[in-house]
């Protein structure tokens, strides 16, 4: 019997394959697909028509993703949006949301950002005119792997100059996940608004945006959400500062009622859908109408308990076969503190992950020294992490299996 099984069967994993990076690009899902069918078929079938008429109007198709997602974050319907790329809706974030008072202009970012972030922060600050030198706060890292909560927590309650900050929910690399609500708290006591990149948690991760006092957060839809490639990203701005213009402004944030009149007054939506800004990606968003029924079926909350017996055992196996010398993990050891994927740091890693791809396990590097594997409760099993385990430390104990390996395996 298979020990812990996937939690759903709707899931296409390439046979043989052992796919250990559902938090890069999750897998193909039936649902999915016929989504993405049904989708391209009303554009066959009813050409302009689509936008208004079909089983999914095109027009109204992003409030179907709203009302869908909202629940796996903890939020209203109201207060998601699904469109655009994560960095995009990282700058609407910052073009609405940031706001400068003398001596409060900074803002602050962790020192492991996901590059994107840091990009996106930096060109916003200069499009203001605002030296990043000056008004760019970095909260360093004192081991390159995790962050210090709770120091998060004290310059958050301490330092003055900071106006806005841009935190990860679930580390990009070490997967350490921190705790939302109590950073909130505090960010809420200083009046700081903090920005909450989701990208590695969204799907994976029973957030609670609601009771946590979340007011911002954005992430993408081809992880944990299993969009696809180039699927859309979300975003989340809690009702209360639904009043606010959007700094990035276009004619979909429309009140619905009025984007026709095409008057040249913009009369935004009332709720998160003014902060919507071109016509939407409505081919890439297809998938996630099946995916994300998928994920409600089986349920976030389910989904979490399971993704960390799987990270558990992950760990536990590691720790039971691999010399601590040759494969250290980075991700915090407390399930309270763990994303849904467990970091390796291992020498000559971007080797070692050549090495299992060629063994048909496919985890994912990050440079210079991590392998990141990452299970997906909806279509792993604890075997998977027994068996993906095992050949990593074969790989280990025999570094000659590795030689030219990178050269022979395309990424
Ligand atoms: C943590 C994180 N933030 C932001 C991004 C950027 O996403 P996008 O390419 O959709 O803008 C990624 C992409 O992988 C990511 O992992």
Redesign the pocket.
Known sequence: MTHLPPLSDDFLVPPGVIYLDGNSLGLASRGAIAALDRISRSWADLAIQGWTEGSDPWFTMGRKLSGLLAPLLGADADEVLVGD????RLHQILQSFYSAEPGRSKILIDALA?P??RYAVESFLRGRGLDPGDHLAVFESADGYTLDENAIVDRLETDRSIALAVL?SVL?RSGQMLDMARIERAAMRSGVLVAW?C??SAGVVDHAFRDSGVRLAFG?GYKWLNGGPGAP?WLYVARDLHGTMPGLAGWFGSDPARQFEMKHQFDPAADVHRFAIGTPHVLSAAPLLGSLETIQAVGIDRIRRRSLELTSLLRHEIGRWIDPELAEIVTPEDPEQRGGHIAVRVRNARAVSFGLRRNRVVPDFRPPDLIRLAPSPLYNSGDDCIRAVEILARLLRNPEELSGVADAVVT
Request: charged residues 15%.
């Open positions: 790329s994560t960095t995009v996901f994107s972030d990860p990009y990149d990208a590695h993408c990203a």
